[in-house]
């Protein structure tokens, strides 16, 4: 019913930049927060910034000051700008977002894009 896609992924060397593309699809009323995650093998997956309907935003202590987070609400997207990328990005990305649906009760859900590759090469 609700489908995430994300675009944008790729290599690229260190001290480059990339920007992560999420667009949402199907039966969306309203979309609350949005966020993006990393998980690097053999890692969790991690919180790397997220915002919420008003725009406020959060990041990772790493990511701080190089990632920017925003969110073009008529597109139903959540971007993530990664500027002066290191090794340590190197990741499958991951967005998320809490939609509530069109349905009859009202419901809200939690969803997840399929995933990004993000390798910075040193």
């Known amino acids: 019913q609700v489908q995430l896609v994300e675009s944008g992924g790729g290599l690229v060397q260190a001290g480059g930049s990339l920007r992560l593309s999420c667009a949402a699809s199907?039966?969306?009323?309203?979309?609350?927060?949005m966020g993006w995650y990393r998980q690097a093998p053999g890692q969790h997956r991690a919180l790397v910034a997220s915002?919420?309907?008003?725009?406020?935003?959060n990041y990772a202590d790493s990511v701080k000051g190089r990632f920017t987070i925003s969110r073009e609400n008529a597109k139903k997207t959540v971007y993530l700008q990664m500027n002066s990328l290191k090794p340590e990005d190197t990741a499958v990305y991951y967005c998320t977002m809490t939609i509530g649906g069109l349905g009859v009760p009202y419901a809200t859900n939690n969803y997840w894009g399929q995933g990004t590759q993000v390798t910075v090469s040193s």
């Open positions: 915002i919420t309907s008003g725009s406020t935003t």
């Open positions: 199907g039966s969306i009323r309203e979309i609350y927060n």
